[in-house]
């Protein structure tokens, strides 16, 4: 066994069994050369993506949105270019596109608790930005424990589980809650996803016909595409790739535009090393003078 | 009054309110979907206490690590301690604590970039282990491979530059052959969870209170 390990190996058997930190170094430096030097390849917008932005686009002012933010930081890269575009849609374009009506939004944070800084982070700032009024426009109900029962439990009470802001007051004192009572009251229900939460508003809101949409990480698009598929999701943002889509229908490219070429650069980087790979594999398995096992 | 420390009472209770919620579910009595609703919302209040109960086995299991002086783990316990106390305090110093200064710099300066940083590595893994274990080795995984690689030439720009059709196909291997295959999976889920959910009201599966 010893003297198999010390036996040189040919290219091919090199090739096959290729040392990792080779291709985290050739990571590294595709990922780096299109910030520096970027490719610009066109990004065509995915049917998942031109039905969310038509949904909200078709909704109407005062419309109530449900938004519940179950991702932390952790997701940022997947989730952050999607959830600025559809906040800049929000906030700006739709007031644009609507004589200046608004959507009524409540957010709640119901998977992670760390939904609370994303907010801070990336919710609350456009929101003031763009002049909605707190407790009017907006409210903000922070993190909620109880995942799947909790979702269920809002959809039938909203007052029940909602009874005071994050900040202590109670819901019958914020206009932007008025008249709001349970699912039937709801518009849409978006989440930003990264813990399987647009799952748990499928089943006990989207069941109801409530419509579902989505920002999520990539692992969660082909169980969510069941969901768009059978009409239970509206819309899919799906990680970095659906996040540019969303900016260049808003009409602010940003941080997902300039992703995507990192994106086609470091698929295309497998695809090669796959192919390398099966070269070698090929070659030790056909070509006698290489050692066939 | 052994009955009270063994598991009979535990079961009888999840058999009690499982039966609720489930009745409330299909038959629309208001007292029962009354209950029910209640039982929802102890629910999520018992989920907030969970929570709770987690910080303080957090607290305890590493206290316990430092004064035990556990090998390769106290001092761990130590910047766990400190980062806790000093996330905690400053978050209770302010009603609106997110809006803390030293709160807000906690977060943003170590949570954050730790856990972006942390995710950030998959890539790494996912890069080696793509090119190590996508083999073709029968044409099972020869069917895995092609899709994998026209799913990827789908999801970036690039696949689209190199041929126009590969989007096409890879947006056919997601509608069509994973759609049918996730509808399985959430079929077969279901009825598993049914069948789950049975044996836990009926008191057959215990596992969730020890066995």
Redesign the interface.
């Given at each position: 066994m010893g003297t198999e390990s010390k036996k040189p190996r040919s290219v091919w058997e090199r090739l096959e069994h290729?040392d990792?930190r080779i291709?985290?170094w050739l990571?590294i430096f595709v990922i780096v050369v299109p910030f520096l030097r970027p490719?610009g390849?066109?990004?065509?917008i995915?049917k998942e993506t031109q039905s969310f932005y038509n949904t909200l686009d078709a909704l109407r002012p005062g419309s109530v949105v449900l938004f519940d933010i179950s991702s932390?930081?952790?997701?940022?890269?997947e989730i952050g270019p999607g959830s600025i575009a559809m906040m800049e849609y929000v906030t700006v374009v739709y007031p644009g596109r609507h004589e200046g009506g608004r959507l009524r939004i409540a957010i709640v944070s119901g998977g992670e608790?760390e939904g609370?800084?994303m907010?801070?982070a990336y919710a609350r700032p456009r929101l003031e930005k763009a002049g909605f009024q707190y407790g009017a426009d907006y409210a903000w109900f922070g993190f909620?424990?109880?995942?799947e029962?909790?979702v269920?439990?809002l959809a039938?009470?909203i007052p029940?589980?909602l009874r005071n802001d994050f900040?202590?007051t109670t819901i019958d004192k914020l206009p932007v809650m008025k008249g709001v009572s349970n699912y039937k009251d709801v518009s849409v229900v978006i989440v930003w996803d990264s813990v399987d939460a647009t799952a748990w508003y499928v089943r006990h809101w989207g069941a109801k016909g409530v419509r579902v949409g989505t920002v999520c990480v990539?692992v969660e698009?082909?169980?969510y595409?069941?969901f768009y598929?059978s009409g239970e999701v509206f819309g899919i943002i799906g990680?970095s790739?659906g996040g540019a889509e969303l900016e260049l229908l808003v009409g602010k490219p940003g941080v997902g535009v300039a992703t995507?070429?990192t994106?086609?650069?470091?698929?295309?980087?497998?695809?090669i090393?796959?192919i390398?790979?099966?070269i070698g594999?090929l070659a030790r398995k056909y070509l006698p003078s290489t050692g066939k096992r | 009054m052994s009955w009270i420390r063994g598991k009979d009472v535990p079961v009888g209770i999840v058999f009690i309110c499982g039966l609720i919620v489930t009745v409330a579910y299909f038959i629309n009595v208001p007292a029962v979907v009354g209950v029910s609703?209640a039982i929802?919302?102890w629910?999520?209040v018992i989920?907030?206490f969970?929570?709770g109960l987690g910080v303080v086995n957090m607290v305890v299991f590493h206290s316990d690590s430092i004064r035990k002086r556990a090998s390769g783990q106290w001092p761990y316990s130590v910047v766990f301690l400190v980062i806790f106390v000093a996330q905690t305090v400053s978050g209770f110093f302010d009603?609106?604590a997110?809006?803390n200064p030293v709160y807000?710099w906690l977060?943003s300066n170590i949570?954050?970039p730790l856990?972006?940083a942390?995710?950030?590595i998959l890539?790494?893994f996912?890069?080696?282990a793509?090119?190590?274990a996508?083999?073709?080795r029968n044409i099972e995984t020869a069917f895995v491979?092609v899709s994998g690689?026209l799913v990827?030439?789908t999801?970036?720009?690039?696949?689209?530059?190199i041929w126009e059709g590969f989007?096409i196909l890879g947006?056919w291997i997601?509608?069509v052959p994973?759609?049918a295959g996730?509808?399985a999976i959430?079929i077969g889920t279901g009825i598993g969870t049914i069948l789950l959910g049975l044996r836990i009201l009926l008191g057959y599966e215990r596992g969730y209170i020890g066995g």
């Open positions: 290729m990792p291709s985290y990571l490719l390849l066109p990004i065509s995915s932390g930081p952790a997701a940022y890269g608790a609370a800084i907010y801070e909620i424990a109880g995942g029962t909790m269920a439990r039938d009470s029940s589980l900040f202590g990539a698009i082909p169980a595409i069941t598929r990680s790739r995507t070429d994106l086609s650069t470091s698929h295309l980087l497998v695809i090393l796959i390398v790979v099966h594999l | 609703e929802q919302t629910a999520v989920a907030g969970a929570i009603l609106a997110l809006k807000v977060y949570f954050s856990a972006e942390m995710y950030a890539g790494f996912i890069v080696s793509a090119y190590r996508m083999r073709v491979l690689l990827m030439l999801n970036a720009p690039i696949g689209a530059a989007p947006k997601l509608d994973t759609t996730n509808r959430f």
